[in-house]
């Protein structure tokens, strides 16, 4: 069995970080697995500090020199200058790189894949069985809130992993969320009336905002930043990959089994997750007894945020379909949620000791153009994504599953850069040319959707699916190398978390905005049309009722609906547009093939 050394407190006030350590014995670590060492005598760290890495493979000992006096004071990287200094030497608080033998690593990695297949799988698959669960339950009026839950939840919940993360550690929080999940999936499954899957919906989502977040973390301890490009390239290929199947499977299910296999099909694939992670995943012990980690959580800060992303949550997807934007309730709910943000922020700033969001994080360049990035990345990707399956459905009459399949030169596209970027990335060490090529594509690809019309050809499609793929591909798993290149090792797991929470409220943002924007149109554009033929109203709460109007009518709604997509399409081009000139600031870092924190350039 290994042993490792680890700090027993670990405080940061004003700048300074107070360690505290000793050696202590731990039962996770696995022979092959290596630790950065910093040894000196003096009460402060030196120039010169000295880093050895010690690995004896005979009897499976790692040993690591603990500094002489019980207490140092070091400088911390908050006030680091970005772009010039190293964060600092390896510190006791630091959790380093654990390395892997390459077959156990391999099957580690597929484990985090299915955690990624699991949750994204989940996000799309429920989207073609809405109907038949409404009509099963009678409750159509309801059916919105089941994707509510699991928006506001998992959204909420996010950010919260990452600092979690540090405190219980990564296996366990990965754990948890996957247990969390699973369960919420198997009483969706189960459920008996609308009510209870609304609740199921809510508990797998706790679950599901923890998920991606922490297999990126994850990768950082097992990785080298280096090599860390590849490894989540194939991540995004696996989400992309998702986003076809989820919608074939959940027609599949619907059409020839029940609905509620949309949620079983979690249960076997979430198991095998848990039973690799659990046999095959050792990374280091969090330290202390659960009382004092559960001390350690910024609980008012905690409450505070989630309170407050309802808040605004809420009326951004109730905005524009079930109140009016100007209606006393968007109103209030916005206004009421920016205050109680503004009161979280108070308390990440004076209050909290440990806070979910270090404001430190926002002090360097890179890391604000990589969260404005993804934010506005989000926006618009997601538009996409909401959008397109609507043009497949509504103005070329296709059904849900062949809308899927429609989709796929999009997905091929990201799954080709996605790898191909992670690859290059870890060979060149370049991670910066990939991000502005690829939001250039997307840029590009976005506004080649407004030229689509009705009869476009197959080619047409086809290749402005593909650019967009090909563009998101390149930029969004290489955002989050730029992040973790950006900021110490301490600070990875909280930064990779809200890079991850900054993209996802883009994208609620994003289909709030353009959701509007189209809905706004189809009443423009329906409008004369309503007027001369009343019957006409009812393709804008059901759009399958198009073809029961004559073919000259059909035709020309279908025109009205293909304008407003136009607009959607047109709102979303300048989303990514900005996302491109965010990206710019972002500097370039050296991606390390050692262990160990990452140096700055």
Known sequence: MGSQTHADSVRS????????????HSNEMNSSSSAAIAKTSSTSLPQKTEYIEQVDPSDQKIEVDTINQSSVSIKSSKSSNHGKLD???PQLTDQGVVTLPFKQLIVVFIGLMLGVFLSSLDQTIINVCTNKIASEFNSLTEIPWVGTAYLLTSTCFQPLYGKFSDIFGRKPTFLFSITVFLVGSALCGAAQSMIMLIVARGIAGIGAGGIMSMVMIIITDIVSLRDRGKYQGMIGAVFGLSSVIGPLLGGVFTDKASWRWAFFINLPIGAITLAVVIKLLHLPHAVGSLGEKIKRIDILGSITLIIGLVMILLPLNWGGSTYEWNSPIIIGLLVGGFAVIGIFLLIEWKQALEPIIPFYLFKTRTNNAVFLTSFFVGMGFFGIMFFMPLYFQIVRQESA???????LPLIVGLLVTSIGSGIMVSKYGQFRPFIWIGLILSTTGTGLLVLLHEDSSRGEIIAYLFINGCGLGFSMQTLMIAIQSAVATKDIAVATANATFFRTVGSVFGVAIS??????????H?????????AIQIVIADSYKIPSFEPALEAQILHAYMLSLRSAFTICTPFMGLAFICSLAIQHNKLRKSLGPTPME
């Open 13 to 24: 006030e004003a700048g300074t970080v107070v360690t505290d350590s000793e050696k202590s």
């Open 401 to 407: 599953t062949a809308s899927g399949l429609e989709m």
């Open 515 to 524: 959701g509007t924007v189209f809905n706004n149109a189809v009443q423009k």
């Open 87 to 89: 964060p600092g030497p």
């Open 526 to 534: 329906l409008s004369p049309l309503i007027l001369e033929n009343p």
